[in-house]
């Protein structure tokens, strides 16, 4: 049993009761910064629709923000691949990408040739989308890879004709002016709620035929879909673009009582400052 100046855990109940009363905040560590309010978001009506602050691409009925859109058929609301690969009109760099693919109903063909296409970021790097329901391949080419780079963290493929989602969250690669890489660019995959690909280091752009290797580009590309002769199908495709928070350092960080001894009169303030936001 428990003495009675004691709780369960050992903390003397003065002690709780003084954290409750604030007399521990003046032990509080604080940044020094002060930080931007995060903007607001209104989050979709379900979490594959897009939120407030969403660039959609393909709502289902047309393809107009893409390049070479017309080419392709849209039916049914999915629009699917034929003649050409389809480029988005705009650039992003750093973004969270949501797209839904389903692969042909009608199983033809194996492996690479069964229910191909890819989703290149940039115009550069694919994360690749391929039939791989029972299809076997090359690992570092089945869905959710980075094509030729690394396979996926697993196969969370639906069935043929059912939908799977990928949201992509992409770090774009930054260059110095002489072309060296500063960054390299790092890509996370979600695939139908199962992560695929953890912060991914991109060793460079995808190649069929090299090793991979970085030339420097802009910090903003587009989002470019392949045409790899299979009728995959594509709906609900939208981005939002990453800003990282902002903040002001206003001063070094501190510890709330070390500023008090150090700095006597910051003690007014602080009790000021307390006393406004009563
Ligand atoms: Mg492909």
């Not at 017309?70 to 039916?75: L, N, S």
């Not at 290149?120 to 391929?130: F, H, N």
């Not at 928070?245 to 206003?250: A, D, I, K, N, S």
């Not at 960080?253 to 700095?263: G, R, S």
Request: proline letters at 8%.
């Amino acid at each position: 049993m428990f003495s009675a100046g004691f709780l369960r855990f050992g903390l003397p109940v003065a002690a709780l009761v003084a954290a409750a009363s604030g007399t521990l905040s003046a032990q509080e560590w604080k940044s020094g910064i002060e930080w931007q309010e995060p903007a607001l978001v209104t989050p979709g009506t379900t979490d594959d629709a897009p939120p407030s602050d969403a660039i959609v691409l393909f709502d289902g009925t047309n393809l107009d923000a893409w390049h070479n859109g017309e080419k392709w058929k849209i039916q049914d609301g999915v629009a699917i691949p034929q003649e050409t690969a389809i480029t988005s009109k705009q650039s992003f760099g750093d973004m969270q990408l949501h797209l839904e693919w389903s692969a042909p109903t009608e199983i033809r063909g194996e492996g690479q040739g069964r229910g191909n296409s890819g989703c290149y970021l940039m115009g550069l790097y694919e994360v690749q989308v391929l039939d791989s329901f029972e299809n076997p391949t090359y690992f570092d080419g089945q869905a959710g890879s980075i094509y030729k780079q690394t396979p996926p963290l697993a196969n969370a493929m639906r069935k043929p004709g059912e939908w799977n989602y990928y949201d992509i969250i992409f770090n774009a690669p930054r260059f110095r002016s002489n072309g060296d890489v500063v960054k390299p660019g790092y890509v996370t995959l979600i695939q139908n709620g199962v992560l695929m690909l953890n912060h991914f280091e991109l060793e460079g752009p995808t190649s069929f035929v090299d090793a991979p290797h970085y030339k420097p580009h802009a910090e903003t590309g587009p989002i470019s879909l392949q045409f790899h002769g299979d009728a995959v199908k594509f709906r609900n495709i939208w981005v939002r673009e990453i800003k990282p928070p902002t903040g002001r350092r206003v001063s070094a960080p501190f510890n709330l009582e070390q500023k008090k001894k150090e700095e006597p009169k910051q003690e007014e303030k602080t009790e000021t400052t307390a006393e406004e936001k009563k």
